[in-house]
């Protein structure tokens, strides 16, 4: 009988973990597979790890890793990937907002020959600004990278053991999971699902988490601030060619007049200013280029449970 493993990144969860681990079990024990519950503990200091110790002692289905410090959830999500066992891996939060009785429909739907099904909210059931702000991000992505992610995409998704092997062959520091899925390509599919509200507590993934995100995704899939800074440089050189020839024309033809010193600082504020913030551009792909040629450990493991 095949094994399924399931994937799930917790972070200061003491208010969801008990429901989670509740409903997910009922739902796994009603299929007709071998599973087990892999949750990856990002550095919680509340009661998160001693609650799921507490069913890892009950039943060695249900696993644990635990980081040393908070690492973010993309290294979460790829330390539960690298340490699963199943012949296929689903990945999904611990707030429920995602309902663990849709694990048989992606089990479902993967056997019908996808190498990966990727779960698509029917509705986003968050707060304005965080929906505001996926819309935003997603378009942005979109328009300025050549991933094509689909619209509503879900962190709940079920792939095979092709495209996990696959997936672990990816070694970038700075990881975007959507990214790299969908750069592994295969055989794709999509489930539409009902999301819930959220079961308790509040989402850890704020909005500074959510910006330092989109700055990593621009930076590691997309070269459009270099173009931009290379295209605006050039514009400003054909400008100020420009007005040096007009000035040269006042000069010895129409007026006679003396060019003061406010115009000059003022270029040299604004020539400066452009300089600085094109080299800070070029010197954060250099930093990541220094930070990807180190070859770190993706994350830091202190202790494993039921491995």
């Not at 009988?1 to 681990?21: A, D, G, R, T, W």
């Not at 929906?131 to 509503?152: A, C, Q, R, V, Y």
């Not at 300089?275 to 993706?298: D, H, N, S, V």
Request: aromatic fraction near 14%.
């Amino acid at each position: 009988m095949k094994l399924l493993s399931v994937v799930v990144p917790v972070y200061f969860e003491e208010e969801c973990i008990n429901q989670f681990i509740t409903e997910a079990t009922l739902a796994l024990d009603k299929l007709d597979i071998n599973w087990e519950i892999i949750f990856i503990d990002d550095g919680s200091t509340d009661a998160t790890i001693s609650i799921i110790k507490k069913y890892t002692d009950l039943n060695k289905k249900i696993k644990l890793i635990q980081f040393s410090y908070n690492h973010g959830k993309q290294l979460a999500v790829t330390a539960g990937i690298k340490h699963a066992s199943g012949d296929f891996i689903l990945t999904m939060d611990p707030d429920l907002q995602d309902p663990p009785e849709e694990i048989g429909n992606f089990l479902k739907e993967i056997n019908k020959g996808f190498d990966i099904v990727l779960g698509i909210r029917k509705e986003k059931r968050d707060k304005f600004l965080n929906n505001l702000f996926s819309k935003l991000f997603w378009t942005f992505l979109e328009k300025t990278t050549d991933i094509k992610i689909p619209k509503g995409i879900s962190s709940m998704r079920i792939f095979n053991r092709k495209v996990a092997d696959k997936f672990l062959e990816y070694k970038e520091q700075n990881r975007f999971i959507e990214g790299i899925l969908m750069h592994i390509g295969m055989k794709r599919g999509t489930l539409f699902i009902d999301q819930r509200e959220r079961f308790a507590g509040k989402s850890k993934f704020s909005f500074r988490r959510k910006v330092k995100l989109a700055f990593n995704v621009i930076f590691d899939y997309s070269e459009l601030p270099l173009k931009i800074a290379v295209k605006l440089g050039f514009y400003l050189f054909l400008l100020g060619i420009l007005f040096m020839l007009i000035i040269i024309t006042l000069k010895f033809t129409l007026i006679d007049f003396q060019i003061g010193w406010p115009s000059l600082i003022c270029s040299i504020i604004l020539g400066s200013g452009l300089q600085l913030f094109f080299i800070g551009i070029a010197a954060l792909y250099i930093g990541r280029i220094y930070k990807e040629t180190k070859g770190r450990p993706l994350y830091s493991i202190i202790e494993t449970t039921n491995f």
